[in-house]
């Protein structure tokens, strides 16, 4: 084996681990079906795929084959999307615990999902990127509508599928549209061609195309529909992954796309862009305003919150890179947080025929009163999503903020104060109903041992953290920056 | 480290607080005023142990005493602490209402007394942090953190709703407001950093590094005004004002002491520590508006102050009034009249405490702060009304009072500079003498509606208001401390606006 390929096996090694991880638990399902054995399997698994690639980090840039690149880029998004699939693995172990048909599979698609997000973050070529986008979508159909007899998760499962495919329709007609213009899908050519081609309609309308296609999988305004209704029916755990893995794998894959292809030099992309991004914030804030549902809510949140994000794609320059690394990461660990509370509170499953998961928020009035570290976690997690200081969500903001300010963006910054003026409101509610005494309608709750659990434990966590670089995020910041570098 | 152990004491203590309720209800009480009695001697013996004065030209710097630690060197921010006379003072004044708010919730608060005394300590701990932070950053990141416990106070130990106003609606409102003018200030305080990036190639958040930033005349106006939204927020400055009597209204009465006691004057101290002296000029040529908004605050203040049916209301509408002659004080920019502005805000922060004390003393004892229900209560209450007299009378500024000392500073201050508006303003302590008489008619004389006797003031109540009445003759009689101990300070915002003046003249 020449040494060209060792190096390249060595830097894919994470998703070759996720891959055999895969085919450890098949066959473990198959020998003899164990819940917990299957759980803990998957949890080594991803472990030896996060080690791996925190060693691999000494290899340096490796081009393996000429679809994949594996950089800091995509090795700081395979960090993120293994740690998401590893939280929700623990979430998943104690919510499956209730559900009384097959549980084993929900980690087999759990870890396909994750290998498709590792593709996802390496891609550098069509091919890839679509690949990878599959990979991630067809098995989160399943984990979406994993608990089928109840009504909300076969909807949710459907809808994401239906939708999904549409999706797929735009992205590979833009890819056409750009093959057949520019006989290239190599990412680094294609941005070349662009320049050469210039404004040529197909090529626009294929950009465009390819545009939605990802808009869809981010639930970006106008694309955003189908976000409240899935984030609603899906399982805790299921939802959880879709928030924060495949949200953050398919951000990546746009962001390689615009430093190398969609490098729009003419401004009229940018004021589109920045439109979209500001209606994005408004219709997410205003929409969740009004939400009596915490996981609709969440689910109206994040299209607000990727909003936030795209200010630093349209902006593209300066601080651009670094912010979304940082802006990821608190986003990342902030949804953990609080889909980890709705999921420890629901878990462990009860059929209900309709929507499993406790989810109404008046549930959660006074759980402060019943479970107070919980909701420790949860107003940590909404603070942080409010951007309130000391939490990680700050110094997210504060990089938005900063990267529109720098770039003299006003409307983009004018459009983030306003989205988070009027977010507050809903964060609030949500806030002030864990700590109301009134009982409210209480039907579910979180058991009493949650926190010795290992679901229990990694929310735990995730809260501290969320504390911790708040108050000094000069480590995440240094991360960050070497990663952008 | 002393710096930096005023702000930790109250956060731990609040902690503590939280923890110390399974030993029972009696427990967090005293730890919460333990911690503001420990943070009030800190700082008075830090007052004993230092110079105010001004250093002498070209000494190291002009804070009394100074800490700092890299924080996010990315960015250039530090932990940075100093303090100086003005600082002084307001801490002082935060651990001090903070014990009052301590024992004036001593009996009202009976449920959740932990988290209570967590959260009260913790917009104290917030708010000393205001106070001594000098690096921008880490300024707003006080200036923003202390709202959250402030929300929890009001939505969950407030009283529920007058005229159909809720108390989460009246704590969200006060959230959505400050939070969102503090967004503008951080794009502001962005926009400097990196006018200050673009002309040294440095980032650096610091106090010291930012007042020297060469600014083009409308990036610094443009600047000027983030800042003075975010500060005319909380004072508050009459079009954006609509958070305050709901909140007023509907917190228990800790929360509208350090409401209407420190909160409104971290806005003040804002506007003299940083929109004063970073943007000298824009401050200059807005100071007219600025004092026109002042005097609008102080009608519109004082005429719906008549108007109201609910007590606290109408104190929370006479703090509108009163913060218009601070607006006043602070952009006339002679020394006389921000050695007024310090004045009155301390003044301000007794009398107002004292009148919210009270009401919510009313409220224990009537369960309303409707003033319709009341009327005759000089003859059924033991010693409160007596106390109501002296802090209505020192709302409205008769001599003899701090309030008195203040408001003359700042108009005798004020005349050379802007006359018409002192004239005019002068008209509002009529208005003053008539929302306050209003006070004293309405709750206290009159014919009694019922003849029972209730119950008198116990001894904690007793000492607690003769404590404040103390503080406010004395320093109506005596004010020399306060004004050595803020006068350097002073000088240096006075020196600032001075030479912005003599600019701006030379140009024209």
């Not at chain 2, 731990?12 to 005023?33: K, N, T």
């Not at chain 2, 100071?287 to 102050?305: C, E, K, R, S």
């Not at chain 2, 109506?476 to 003599?502: H, K, N, R, W």
Request: charged share 10%; hydrophobic share 55%; aromatic share 12%.
């Amino acid at each position: 084996m020449s040494h060209a390929t060792t190096m390249a096996l060595l830097a894919i090694s994470p998703l070759i681990l996720v891959c055999l991880t895969v085919i450890v638990v098949m066959l473990s399902i198959a020998w003899q079906r164990n819940h917990t054995l299957s759980a803990i399997l998957t949890a080594v698994g991803l472990n030896v795929a996060l080690l791996a690639l925190l060693f691999g980090w000494t290899l340096g840039t490796v081009d393996v084959t000429s679809v994949l690149v594996v950089d800091d880029l995509s090795r700081f998004g395979g960090v993120l999307v293994l740690m998401s699939t590893l939280a929700c693995v623990t979430l998943a172990h104690h919510y499956l615990e209730g559900y009384e048909g097959p549980r084993d599979e929900f980690y087999l698609l759990l870890l396909s999902a994750a290998a498709g997000g590792l593709v996802l973050v390496s891609a550098r070529h069509m091919t890839t990127l679509f690949f990878g986008i599959e990979l991630l979508s067809m098995p989160l159909f399943g984990m979406l509508a994993y608990t089928f007899r109840d009504r909300g998760a076969l909807e949710s499962g459907i809808k994401y599928m239906v939708l999904s495919a549409a999706a797929t329709a735009f992205l590979l007609f833009g890819m056409a549209l750009l093959y057949a213009i520019t006989g290239t899908l190599d990412f680094a050519e294609l941005g070349e061609a662009l320049s050469t081609y210039g404004s040529d309609p197909w090529l626009l309308a294929g950009a465009g195309m390819l545009l939605v296609g990802l808009a869809f999988k981010l639930s970006i305004v106008p694309f955003h529909l189908w976000t409240p209704d899935v984030y609603q029916g899906g399982p805790g755990p299921a939802t959880t992954f879709l928030a924060t893995a495949s949200k953050v794998a398919v951000f990546l894959v746009l962001v390689r796309l615009f430093q190398s292809t969609l490098a729009f030099h003419e401004n009229w992309w940018h004021d589109l862009l920045g439109f979209i991004a500001v209606v994005t914030m408004l219709v997410g804030n205003l929409l969740a305003l009004t939400q009596n549902d915490l996981k609709r809510l969440l689910g109206y949140s994040s299209i607000a919150h990727f909003g936030y994000l795209l200010v630093a794609l349209v902006v593209n320059e300066g601080l651009a890179v670094e912010t979304v690394g940082i802006y990821l990461v608190t986003y990342v660990l902030t949804t953990l947080g609080a889909f980890g509370v709705v999921t420890l509170v629901s878990s462990p499953y009860v059929a209900t025929g309709g929507t499993a998961d406790a989810s109404p928020l008046h549930h959660y009035r006074g759980l402060f009163w019943r479970r107070p570290y919980l909701t420790a976690v949860m107003t940590v997690s909404m603070l942080s999503l409010a951007g309130i200081p000391f939490t990680a969500g700050f110094i997210g903001k504060f990089y938005i903020i900063a990267v529109g300010v720098e770039a003299h963006r006003w409307w983009l910054v004018g459009g983030v104060v306003l989205g988070s003026a009027i977010g507050l409101y809903y964060y609030l509610r949500v806030m002030v109903t864990l700590f109301l005494h009134e009982p409210g309608m209480q039907r579910r709750d979180a058991t009493h041992d949650w926190a010795e659990r290992a679901g229990g434990m990694v929310v735990l966590g995730v809260a501290t953290l969320v504390i911790l670089l708040g108050l000094y995020p000069t480590p995440m910041i240094n991360w960050v920056n070497w990663v952008a570098g | 480290m002393t710096l930096v152990w005023l702000i930790l004491i109250p956060f731990i203590g609040g902690l503590l607080c939280w923890q110390a309720e399974r030993f029972g209800d009696q427990a967090p009480r005293w730890i919460a005023l333990g911690t503001m009695l420990l943070e009030l001697a800190m700082v008075l013996g830090l007052w004993v142990g230092s110079d105010f004065s001004l250093p002498a030209e070209g000494a190291a710097s002009a804070w009394t005493l100074e800490w700092q630690a890299d924080w996010i060197p990315r960015f250039g921010i530090q932990v940075h602490l100093a303090i100086d006379g003005l600082s002084l003072l307001m801490i002082a004044l935060t651990g001090l209402l903070g014990a009052m708010a301590v024992i004036c919730s001593w009996k009202e608060i009976v449920q959740r007394v932990g988290f209570f005394h967590l959260n009260l300590l913790w917009i104290l701990g917030g708010v000393v942090g205001v106070f001594l932070a000098i690096d921008l950053f880490l300024f707003f990141l006080f200036w923003e953190m202390m709202l959250v416990p402030m929300y929890f106070l009001i939505a969950l130990w407030g009283h529920s709703g007058s005229r159909g106003s809720s108390r989460i609606g009246a704590a969200t409102k006060f959230f959505i407001y400050t939070q969102a003018s503090g967004l503008l200030m951080l794009i502001a305080i962005l926009g400097l950093v990196f006018a200050h990036h673009g002309a040294t190639g440095e980032y650096t958040f610091a106090y010291a590094d930012l007042l020297d930033t060469p600014l083009s005349e409308t990036t610094a106006w443009w600047l000027m005004l983030g800042f003075f939204v975010a500060f005319a927020v909380k004072l508050p400055v009459v079009p954006l004002h609509g958070w305050l009597p709901d909140a007023h209204a509907q917190a228990p009465t800790a929360g509208s002491v350090d409401l209407a006691g420190i909160l409104l004057k971290t806005a003040a101290y804002g506007m003299l520590r940083f929109a004063l002296p970073l943007f000298p000029e824009a401050s200059q040529a807005f100071a007219p508006v600025a004092m026109t908004l002042g005097l609008i605050g102080i009608f519109y203040g004082a005429i719906l102050a008549c108007g109201q049916q609910d007590l606290k209301r109408l104190i929370a509408y006479t703090s509108i009034s009163h913060m218009g002659f601070v607006l006043i004080g602070i952009y006339a920019g002679t020394e006389l009249a921000l050695q007024g502005v310090v004045a009155l805000m301390v003044a301000h922060a007794f009398s107002a405490a004292g009148l919210f004390i009270l009401s919510g003393q009313l409220y224990e004892r009537l369960h309303t702060r409707d003033m319709r229900e009341m009327g005759g209560l000089w003859g059924r209450i033991r010693g409160l009304p007596g106390f109501a007299l002296v802090f209505v009378a020192a709302s409205l500024g008769l001599p003899g009072t701090a309030n008195f000392v203040g408001e003359f500073m700042v108009m005798f201050g004020a005349f050379g500079v802007a006359p018409w508006i002192v004239v005019i303003s002068s008209v509002g302590l009529i208005l003053a003498a008539v929302y306050s008489l209003f006070i004293m008619q309405r709750v206290y004389y009159g014919p009694p509606r019922e003849e029972t006797p209730l119950a008198g003031l116990d001894r904690r109540e007793t000492v607690l208001l003769f404590g404040i009445v103390a503080l406010v003759v004395f320093f109506g009689i005596y004010p020399q401390p306060l004004l050595d101990t803020s006068a350097g300070a002073m000088q240096v915002v006075q020196q600032s606006v001075q030479q912005a003046g003599a600019m701006t003249g030379g140009a024209q």
